[in-house]
Nanobody
């Protein structure tokens, strides 16, 4: 079965760093674009970063640009999100998703979601 398992979240102080990992199984990982979303309580789910199936192109939300880096390792079937200079506004549950690019726009797959990992940035 399709499985996406996020890990690496935790509690950090403002300005700190975390590296999130997502382990994928049950589908043709290398053929899918991958992404990270986040959602805080009472807030809309936000696309944070995405990466093409070949890993040549990445895209970031303006709010994280310059601070976060998405990458993938197809051999290990994993996608990562390096988060630096964390702010309290980054506090959310972070989700991994498999999807595709359509006309340059990332489109998530409805069934290809992880259960999320909590990131809390607090002093």
């Amino acid at each position: 079965q399709v499985q996406l398992v996020e890990s690496g979240g935790g509690l950090v102080h403002p300005g700190g760093s975390l590296r999130l990992s997502c382990a994928a199984s049950g589908f043709a990982f290398s053929t899918y674009a991958m992404s990270w979303y986040r959602q805080a309580p009472g807030k809309e789910r936000e696309l944070v970063a995405s990466i093409t199936n070949l890993g040549f192109v990445t895209n970031y939300a303006d709010s994280v640009k310059g601070r976060f880096t998405i990458s993938r390792d197809d051999a290990k079937r994993q996608v990562f999100l390096q988060m630096n200079s964390l702010k309290s506004q980054d506090t959310a549950v972070y989700y991994c998703n498999a999807g595709a690019y359509s006309a340059g726009h990332y489109v998530p797959s409805a069934n290809y979601w992880g259960q999320g990992t909590q990131v809390t940035v607090s002093s």
